[in-house]
């Protein structure tokens, strides 16, 4: 087993499956003339207001009032770290009816990426590695009439989960410091017919996410001994991808590598503004991509935000009928985009940053 270090290269999120509303589970407030978003605790309102002011809360709340003017009126000598469960700087404006997208946190609230989705993320860099070794994709990925990476995914790892090779790699929670988070506001980077400007705020989302430069550490090992005694046992089990972590951070560098590469390349070529701070963005993660040293550190993408591309690995690119079959299938009854290039748009915060971009570094290897 071995300690890896995760730092985020940039903000990251994954999300909770909660909406967070404003006047009624957030508050814009200023800590030292900082705009910082606070998450009400309601055990801590109930504390600060007490039973006597309980219904003009309820009244408040049902008439979305302002509930930071509320909390001045009722409780005037308290702060806000007084009733929040957490507060996070604000690197947007705070709009009416807003609602935050919240980030995954445990039962101490500390923020963190799960194991699952840190291994999910290997499993799409080792799948879109292994693919060349499959015969006849095309006719692989159809399904019932939907198209889907289950049977090329059962012949390179295992028919089913029992048997699924990629057991052998084990990946443990990541978590952060309480205040890692901050919120910031999605665009899109989007192509639209006769607009010269990339840029899309008309379907913004609030986000929050585990802030950049933060910093953990998680446990990782590839189960070498435990697969060779598999292997012993019943050898038809199927060959496992990688031998060792530097193995698998050598692959996943270059996965990453290949795939910023690609970002950079394709929006340099448009003729339109907006992009360009995009680009300059993923010429920034190139450099930590290429300043990462051979089988001790790598650059994954994980997350929000991380596009089709990175979610899939975009191995599908290369089939033959990735126009006829895949493109239609990834938008479906949506003929307003035929003429675009797939895919069409990218998620990025309003300041141009972009998200889900980790290093991930070996501090001892014990595996």
């Known amino acids: 087993m071995s300690n890896i270090k995760i730092e985020t290269l940039t903000p990251v999120h994954i999300g909770s499956g909660n909406l967070l509303y404003e006047n009624l589970d957030i508050i ?51 702060t806000s770290k007084d009733y929040a469960k957490r507060r996070m700087p604000l690197y947007c404006e705070l709009s009416d009816n807003d609602t935050l997208k919240e980030c995954i946190h445990n039962g101490l609230g500390l923020p963190y990426i799960p194991g699952s989705s840190i291994k999910g993320a290997i499993r799409t860099t080792i799948l879109a590695s292994l693919t060349d070794r499959v015969s006849n994709k095309e006719t692989k990925i159809q399904e019932n009439g939907r198209v889907k990476a289950t049977n090329i995914e059962k012949e390179l790892f295992g028919k089913d989960p029992n048997s699924d090779i990629l057991r052998f790699i084990q990946v443990g929670d990541a978590y952060f410091e309480k205040e890692s988070e901050i919120a910031i506001r999605l665009i899109n980077l989007n192509f639209r017919l006769n607009r010269d400007s990339l840029r899309d705020n008309s379907k913004s989302q609030l986000v929050e996410a585990i802030g950049t430069e933060s910093e953990s550490k998680f446990h990782l090992k590839v189960s070498r001994e435990y697969y060779d005694f598999v292997k012993r046992k019943y050898p038809q089990a199927g060959d496992l991808p990688v031998s060792s972590i530097c193995d698998l951070f050598g692959l996943i560098n270059e996965h990453t590598r290949k795939l910023v ?107």
């Open 261 to 367: 590469e690609e970002e950079i390349d394709y929006w340099s070529k448009i003729d339109k503004t907006g992009g360009e701070e995009y680009v300059e963005e993923m010429q920034k993660i190139l450099q930590k991509v290429n300043d990462c040293e051979t089988g001790k550190s790598c650059v994954l993408r994980v997350g929000h935000a991380s596009g089709w591309r990175f979610i899939t690995g975009a191995w599908t690119e290369k089939l033959e009928n990735f126009k006829d079959m895949v493109v239609p299938a990834s938008r479906p009854n949506n003929r307003n985009y035929e003429e675009y290039d797939f895919p069409k748009t990218r998620r990025l915060d309003e300041d141009s940053y972009i998200l889900g971009f980790v290093k991930l570094t070996i501090t001892n290897n014990q595996s």
């Open 28 to 78: 814009q407030v200023n800590i030292k003339k900082v705009p910082h978003i606070v998450v009400i605790s309601e055990e801590k309102v109930w504390k600060v207001l007490g039973e006597q002011h309980l219904d003009n809360w309820l009244d408040a709340i049902s008439k979305r009032e302002n509930l930071s003017l509320f909390l001045e009126k009722f409780a005037p000598n308290v």
